[in-house]
């Protein structure tokens, strides 16, 4: 690979596979059949199919590239992030028993829970192993040691967040929305900030610096999520290469969320009624998405997501230390997040 | 907790426990039930029973005091490698299926899979975030980031022994008696060396020192399971708080693969025809017995334990720098692995 300026994302895509093929390559003959699986769920075992976004990797090489001038040198913490939330990933779909996922059968699906509890775990140790390259690319212990903690406590609100979901989907009752708010800061923002934050502090020393990054990509992640959430309800299949599905899911998402505490008397005996139906028809679901609609949520969801969105821009126009092609190709990034 | 010089080892399980606390204390309103769920499996959540051995902590500390003098600077390596290691065992009750543990039910029998998946991810995670605070205590950016290398890949490890322990047992074929040992030194002799070398490590910077120490624990690791091995088979309810079920469980243990390797022709079938028995009668897990006695099964497991046995002695004896308390007390725990 060669050094870019450009920040062309195709190259800082195929720098970060290659990283993380490195990592994830066969290490001797008797165990080559659980990095085959961890290949497979990455999407590089070959095939041709879809691989996922990257969005967490290629966030951080532009973080650390917006400052540094070149990505090289962080692709190491880009593959840690992008293998740790693969990790959650494998683990997720066992949780929700999901069978399907990029339009491929989920690791479990195809070789068992237990496997796949297992390859997940593997996917995470290796996640730390990719972090210990940026030694030999000379950052500092120092240095680096600080990016594992900022790792490490990014995985404990991870699972944090993980557990308020799984509980809060257990109950007969939907969670609030502060809650709500609480839980996605844990299981998206977290990461996204992190993914951010540590391209960040590789590039520099300056903690008011790497503070605006860490906010910026706080604020993005909840955007990006809120903006998901809208997709699940209001989007339609082109953008999203699925069909909006998360009421026949019954998945408690913000405007579900909201309308729960908004609606009228009436509307919320019906909401209540229909998310206790296990297979809603699409009669049901279209009125689902009146109540919601009457209930002012999916306005309530799109002013938060600009909200935060407009944020992201605040923390980016208050860094002096970026470029203007980095703080181009940042503001595209984060306009692009509010698609519904 | 007093400062020690005489390696109390009531009084290390006591500093390790309250080392621990301190990492999986409740961190806010919204998350306390999933670090209930983490005490629970660690037995520290306030119930009497018993709380497992805690081996590798103990190893870890004694190493390191073997050569240090005192114990308390390496607590969270020691609070670290119990954490990983019950992290592996929270995934592992659910992979096997096992619903108790330690006379109690396991976490997934009690909260489900999909929380039991996710805690012990946070147990995994909070196991990073323990050794964090050997930064705090004063070692050196360069000694904790070593240790973490060396924590890291052992999980590697540890995830590629289970992926060939799930991988072998979802055949109908026994693996071979060298794939077994290939699996436990990943599945077990790994982490304990790895306890052992955190705590040499940490203590000096002479690498011949740290290489005795590692050897030492990884001789320790197989002896450790092959004696395992032998009580799952011959063991009497009195030394494991359990009857042996090995057989029963058709559990591919060395004495049964070293039987089906070297057994004659007609106790070959007969072992094959019983292990393919879904229940067998307590009159055909004797016949099994019979067989592996015939096929010199025990004599090679308790030889090949003894052969690990004697190794750590010669590691150990090999070493200037342990004080002759800690190497009365290090030679005691050896000679102890060996009971069956």
Redesign the interface.
């Known amino acids: 690979m060669t050094v870019t300026d450009d920040l062309d994302l195709n190259l800082l895509l195929a720098d970060t596979e290659e990283e993380i093929l490195r990592v994830v390559a066969n290490?001797d003959a008797?165990?080559v059949?659980?990095y085959e699986m961890v290949r497979y769920h990455l999407g590089l075992d070959g095939s041709a199919g879809p691989r996922g976004k990257r969005m967490r990797p290629l966030l951080g090489l532009l973080a650390y590239a917006s400052i540094a001038g070149d990505h090289q040198a962080s692709l190491p913490g880009a593959a840690a992030v992008e293998l740790g939330h693969n990790?959650?990933l494998v683990?997720d779909d066992?949780?929700?028993g999901d069978i399907e996922r990029r339009h491929r059968p989920t690791l479990w699906a195809v070789h068992?829970?237990?496997?796949a509890?297992?390859?997940?775990?593997?996917i995470?140790?290796?996640s730390?192993?990719a972090l210990?390259r940026l030694?030999d690319l000379g950052f500092?212990?120092?240095k680096?040691?600080r990016l594992?903690?900022l790792y490490?406590?990014t995985?404990?609100m991870?699972?944090?967040g993980?557990?308020?979901d799984?509980?809060t989907s257990?109950q007969g009752e939907p969670m609030t929305v502060d809650?709500y708010f609480?839980?996605i800061g844990r299981k998206t923002a977290a990461l996204i900030s992190a993914s951010i934050e540590a391209g960040a502090l590789l590039a520099t020393d300056d903690e008011d610096v790497i503070g605006h990054y860490r906010r910026f990509g706080w604020s993005l992640g909840l955007a990006f999520q809120l903006n998901d959430d809208l997709l699940g309800i209001w989007g339609v299949e082109l953008q999203t290469g699925k069909v909006p599905t998360d009421i026949v899911r019954h998945k408690q998402t913000l405007p579900v969320l909201y309308a729960f505490e908004h609606a009228t008397p009436a509307d919320h005996a019906r909401l209540t009624a229909i998310y206790k139906t296990d297979e809603p028809t699409d009669a049901e679901v279209a009125e689902v998405v009146a109540i919601l609609e009457r209930a002012g949520a999916a306005d309530f969801t799109r002013s938060e997501a600009q909200r935060h969105r407009d944020q992201c821009l605040v923390e980016l126009d208050g860094l002096s230390v970026i470029g203007p092609k980095a703080h181009e190709k940042l503001t595209g990034i984060i306009r692009s997040v509010i698609s519904a």
Chains 1, 2 share one sequence.
């Open positions: 290490r008797s165990t059949g659980v990790f959650s683990h066992i949780e929700d068992g829970i237990p496997q509890i297992n390859t997940g775990d593997l995470f140790s290796l730390r192993v210990h030694s500092s212990d120092t680096v040691l594992m903690r490490d406590e995985c404990v991870l699972c944090e993980q557990y308020i799984i509980a257990a809650l609480d839980m």
